[in-house]
């Protein structure tokens, strides 16, 4: 079974609307983060938390919004969709220093019309 | 903030070959990853690296940690089909958030 599974793999919303994006980890790290992956650009951060009870903006936080509900999940809302959030999502688990090595899960396909 | 420059953007190359890229930076870091992402997958960690000057091989792949902590580099040598993907590099600034800050990526297609 995959570490780090994200729910749901792809999703088709329209403008205006609310969606979820939800992360879950079995490596037992304290350190969760979204990311954005867009064509020619990398991956970019949108939020971060360190435990349950630390959120953290990222460089493109804003029309986003996180929950982290317990050390294992994270989830990722978009409360008013808009065409340019059209992207791949990643979460990513880590632990803290000195293994902060990031693992990622599948990715979200995300298409907003 | 802190940004990683990733070149080439993007290679083709013959099965057989041996590749090379590498990631600068005008600032250190402490540590540098080298990511390989598939079509329709997460990135997946190739080969992590923690000490300036360190040399890593991980099968054909080999990547450095430059002794300036301001570079790195990734080789591959005799490139295989699998070897497709984006590989990325990534790091953690002196800055120590405990953010990875990521390169563009370089796509790397290989000619059976």
């Known amino acids: 079974d995959a570490d780090v599974t994200q729910t749901p793999r792809n999703r088709i919303t329209k403008t205006g609307k609310r969606i979820m994006l939800e992360c879950s980890q079995t490596k037992g790290h304290d350190r969760m983060y979204w990311y954005r992956q867009d064509p020619g650009l990398g991956l970019r951060l949108i939020y971060y938390s360190f435990d349950v009870k630390d959120i953290n903006k990222g460089e493109i936080s804003d029309g986003y919004s996180v929950s982290r509900q317990a050390q294992a999940k994270f989830s990722l809302s978009l409360e008013s969709a808009i065409p340019n959030q059209t992207a791949l999502y990643f979460c990513?688990?880590?632990?803290?220093?000195?293994?902060?090595?990031?693992?990622f899960g599948p990715g979200t396909r995300l298409l907003v019309l | 903030g802190q940004q990683l420059n990733q070149s080439p953007q993007s290679m083709f190359i013959q099965e057989g070959e041996d590749v090379s890229m590498n990631c600068t930076s005008s600032s250190i870091f402490n540590t540098w990853l080298w990511y390989k992402q598939e079509p329709g997958e997460g990135p997946v960690l190739l080969i992590a690296l923690y000490k300036a000057g360190e040399l890593t091989s991980n099968g054909r792949l080999t990547a450095q940690f430059g002794i300036t902590r301001k570079d790195s580099f990734l080789n591959i040598s005799a490139s295989i089909p699998s070897d497709v993907g984006i590989y990325f590099c990534a790091g953690h600034g002196s800055s120590n958030t405990g953010k990875l800050i990521f390169g563009q990526g370089t796509t790397l297609q290989v000619k059976p």
């Open positions: 990513a688990t880590s632990g803290v220093p000195p293994q902060e090595t990031q693992y």
